[in-house]
């Protein structure tokens, strides 16, 4: 079996063969100025009138390739310390531009413009800023290996918004130090100008973007050129803090059923402090870091045998860490979780104990991570942070005297990842996670390597992950654990007709959740998927896509049938842009559910079971939309069960400021 899946994919990596070749890149100059523009949007200042004008637009959405129904204009001019951006939006209809307040990096339904930077032009990241017509900014760190691009990435830079009879205009500062770029006398950058007009629903590009093309986006833009003897400043930020609190407490006193209040003053000073060891590479430090201001999780009921994966919402950990993401292994909320102990502490009780501190939390002492990549493309991360000992505290009642218990060792954790950049979008690389614990408590190491190869052209690509875990300790049986993970994927990403079919599998004792997170184990996959897209209006759609996917899923210990998925789905953009979503789930056959008993040796049958959705969505380029789902659901164990529901939702927007959306949902179910 294994042998005939290498054969396998020995034959479909010998198709990586380019068989076309992309347009001519388009190009723009970058002028520097010895004026600096005031940012207020007015576009008045002298500068611009010299400066070198980006043109004919086309659109990318609905319709790729056609002109524009609004005319655009971009200008660029830079000076040693910051580029500075020009959008002049000419709108035959200014009344009609849609302006709506909105929370800043948060995308809404309004007028909007786009500057995409690829500062080392290599395809693989890039920077992107936008501004909506109500001044409203949005910043965000692209990759072709970040799904919808990664929102929690931060710049300082400035823009400024008018309008007239004619339209509206945007200008931007966006300063160096915001920026990472390689060490050159004569700096060549990727670069994409954007518009997004809403009541059309019509985003044009000043370098068209072929959707029929794979690779992502930043694979087609243009090229900016001419940015000479650029000279930043030292990048050199310092974040000083200092808190002071009081803590009050409950305490159930002995024959009391009253509660009673302790009351504890708290006080905490640290640093974070970001520094630019050369124009590539970064490092951030911080010093007792207090994430008290940091937004709290939802409150998630779990009724699933799986740990549910939380949003990384602490700044240091979510700045610039893309670079760690690879292979799936690190999960930052790791560090600074809650103790190993926390909640068996009671089990370790004596008599007449009762409980009076119990941190919810590893407190972090300090974290330090380097990241970058340099014009080589050669990508370097490393991530250290140490926790200190988390004890709780206990109270003898009949004596008064008090008592530690250690819940949580001293750890010390850290990620290195070494990351090159190949042609074509191609990559290559490996990474090590590792946590050393101060105790005779489990170690582990999980070391990675991953890879995507992409033809010439980004129309096959082959992809591989292979991971490697081990854990030792006197608590696990033999002292150690050892397991691997692996996943072998071969895709057609481009043009109208794609596939994809990949294999994995997961051993038993695969475990790398010391520093990451998994799920499932124990099992063997193989998927296949056929996908068609077009993107030419035909009849009474502008665009439209289907793809019919299936997946079996055995254990792999003994090969035991687990379960099967196979769905179809489809969608269309109509020309009145409304929308409509069809799929059809169907599990042909029972399933053993091995993680839902949470006992090993036992399995949950899971039934055979269709079931068929519907969405339908009215024109969101209007003030009022309707949103229309159904769905019915069949399975056939232990006797024939049917589940019906139907939904509605209207949205209406009222001016640029209101917005109310309502929905409603009726459900029925039989046997």
């Known amino acids: 079996m294994v042998s005939l899946l290498v054969k396998f994919y020995l034959v479909l990596a010998a198709l990586l063969i380019s068989t076309c070749c992309l347009a001519q890149m388009k190009q723009h100059i970058a002028e520097r100025t010895f004026q600096t523009p005031k940012i207020d949007g007015s576009l008045s200042d002298s500068c611009w009138v010299y400066a070198p004008v980006a043109k004919d637009f086309l659109t990318n959405e609905p319709v790729f390739g056609k002109e524009p129904g609004q005319k655009t204009e971009v200008r660029f001019l830079y000076d040693d310390d910051a580029i500075y951006v020009a959008y002049y939006l000419f709108d035959s209809e200014p009344g009609k531009i849609i302006s709506v307040l909105n929370e800043r990096d ?33 910043d965000r760190y692209m990759s072709p290996f970040i799904p919808n691009a990664d929102k929690s990435w931060d710049a300082v830079w400035q823009s400024g918004v008018s309008k007239d009879e004619d339209g509206w205009y945007v200008e931007m500062k966006i300063p160096f130090t915001a920026l990472r770029f390689p060490k050159k006398d004569v700096q060549e950058w990727g670069i994409q100008f954007g518009r997004y007009v809403s009541r059309t629903g019509e985003f044009t590009t000043w370098s068209p973007v072929n959707p029929n093309i794979g690779g992502g986006p930043m694979r087609q833009w243009g090229l900016l050129k001419n940015l000479k003897d650029i000279k930043p400043n030292v990048r050199l930020s310092l974040w000083p803090y200092f808190t002071l609190g009081l803590q009050r407490n409950p305490v159930a006193q002995v024959g009391d ?39 709290s999780d939802n409150t998630i009921l779990n009724l699933t045998p799986f740990e549910i994966k939380y949003e990384e919402r602490r700044q240091f950990f979510t700045e610039g860490t893309d670079m760690f993401n690879k292979a799936g292994i690190f999960y930052s909320r790791r560090i600074g979780s809650t103790p190993s102990g926390y909640s068996s502490l009671e089990s370790k009780l004596l008599a007449g104990e009762r409980i009076i501190e119990n941190p919810s939390l590893a407190r972090l002492i300090n974290a330090t991570k380097v990241s970058g990549r340099n014009n080589k493309g050669l990508g370097i991360g490393f991530l250290n942070a140490v926790t200190a000992k988390t004890f709780a505290k206990v109270q003898n009642d009949s004596t008064g005297e008090f008592r530690y218990i250690l819940t949580e060792p001293s750890n010390n954790y850290n990620v290195l990842v070494i990351d090159q950049s190949l042609k074509n979008n191609s990559k290559f690389g490996v990474i090590n996670t590792n946590v050393a614990r101060s105790t005779n408590e489990v170690d582990a190491n999980v070391s990675a390597m991953n890879f995507i190869f992409n033809s010439k052209e980004n129309v096959y690509s082959l992809a591989g992950t292979g991971i490697y875990s081990h854990r030792k300790g006197a608590s696990l049986a033999e002292g150690k654990q050892t397991g691997y993970n692996y996943k072998l994927d071969f895709a057609k990403v481009s043009r109208n007709f794609r596939f994809e079919v990949f294999n994995a599998a997961v051993s038993e004792n695969y475990n790398p959740n010391d520093l990451g997170i998994l799920t499932e184990t124990n099992l063997i996959q193989n998927f296949l998927a056929l996908r068609y897209f077009s993107f030419k209006p035909k009849h009474k759609a502008l665009n439209w896509s289907s793809s019919l996917s299936y997946l079996n899923t055995l254990t792999l210990k003994d090969r035991s049938f687990q379960k099967s998925d196979a769905e179809l789905t489809g969608y269309i953009l109509f020309k009145n842009f409304s929308t409509t979503n069809l799929a059809v789930n169907w599990n042909p056959r029972r399933g053993n559910d091995i993680y839902e008993p949470r006992t090993n040796g036992k399995y949950f049958v899971r039934p055979a079971a269709l079931k068929t959705s519907f969405k339908f969505s009215t024109d969101k380029r209007k003030k009022s939309q309707l949103q229309l789902s159904s769905s019915v659901k069949w399975f056939e164990f232990p006797t024939n069960h049917f589940y019906f529901d139907v939904g509605v939702a209207p949205i209406i927007r009222f001016g640029n400021k209101v917005i109310v959306s309502l929905s409603s949902l009726y459900s029925s179910q039989a046997n």
Do not use: C, W
């Open 106 to 138: 948060r995308t809404i339904l309004a007028d909007e413009i786009m500057i995409g930077i690829d500062t080392y032009n290599d395809k693989t990241a890039a920077f992107r800023f936008q501004v909506t017509a109500a001044g409203v900014q949005t």
């Open 257 to 295: 059923n009253d509660n009673h209040f302790t009351h504890k003053p708290f006080y905490s000073g640290g640093m974070d402090v970001k520094y630019g060891i050369n124009q590539s590479y970064t490092l951030d430090m911080t010093l007792v870091p207090d994430f008290s201001q940091v937004q």
